[in-house]
């Protein structure tokens, strides 16, 4: 089993519409939590990045950590077809720690 | 401007070449990182280094090597490619005690 699973989708969804990605994982002593964007042919950029539980909010993305539940959200308002990319999660114990991947999702917005 | 850079941006080359990956950073970030990724796979860290003359091999099994000379440079050799090596490389850095990184736009190597 996957330290961390995550919807390869593709995922499809209008124009100004509300996108929700999501990862869940198994380790209870992840701490750090990430989303990563990444643009075909080309290098993942940080997106978000949220210690522990709650919720991060930053423009048009909110980050979600449940940790109870081990499961991580990134919600996209108003989405926008420049928001058309693959969306890493990843996550790590500590800073001098080993950060998991998740495999992506694949998010296309259509004008 | 600040920003780590990878050379080439695509290889295509015979089974049995020797190559080097180059990545520099000019960010001044102390710790660097060699990732390889497939299409709709998850990163896979090949190798690491905290600092110059140290590195480390990372989870995947590579048969890459890696030197760490000077902090701004992390180049990735392979000295004898063979198709399974096909695969994107991704080069990135970050600062001590932090869990965020910075990537390189990558290098997609084909090798034939």
């Known amino acids: 089993q996957k330290e961390v699973e995550q919807d390869p989708g593709p995922l499809s969804v209008p124009e100004g519409a509300i996108v929700s990605l999501n990862c869940t994982y198994s380790?209870?002593?992840?701490?750090?939590f990430m989303w990563y964007r990444q643009y075909s042919r080309k290098g993942p950029e940080l997106l978000m990045y949220?210690?522990?539980?709650g919720n991060k909010e930053d423009g048009r993305f909110t980050a979600q950590v449940d940790k109870s539940s081990k499961y991580i959200s990134l919600f996209i308002r108003d989405s926008q077809p420049s928001d058309s990319a693959t969306y890493l999660c990843a996550m790590t114990y500590s800073s001098a720690s080993k950060i998991i991947f998740g495999s992506g999702t694949r998010l296309s917005i259509r004008p | 401007e600040a920003d780590i850079y990878q050379t080439p941006r695509y290889l295509v080359i015979g089974t049995g070449k020797k190559i080097t990956l180059e990545c520099s950073q000019t960010m001044g970030h102390d710790k660097m990182y060699w990732y390889q990724q497939d299409p709709g796979m998850e990163l896979h860290l090949i190798h690491y280094s905290y600092g110059v003359n140290s590195t480390e091999k990372g989870d995947l099994s590579s048969e890459s090597t890696v030197s760490r000379i000077r902090t701004e440079h992390f180049p990735l050799t392979l000295e004898s490619a063979r198709p399974s090596h096909t695969s994107q490389y991704l080069c990135?850095?970050?600062?001590?005690?932090?869990?965020?990184?910075?990537f390189g736009s990558g290098t997609q190597l084909s090798v034939l």
């Open positions: 380790n209870s002593a992840f701490q750090y």
């Open positions: 949220t210690y522990s539980s």
């Open positions: 990135a850095s970050s600062e001590p005690g932090n869990e965020k990184l910075f």
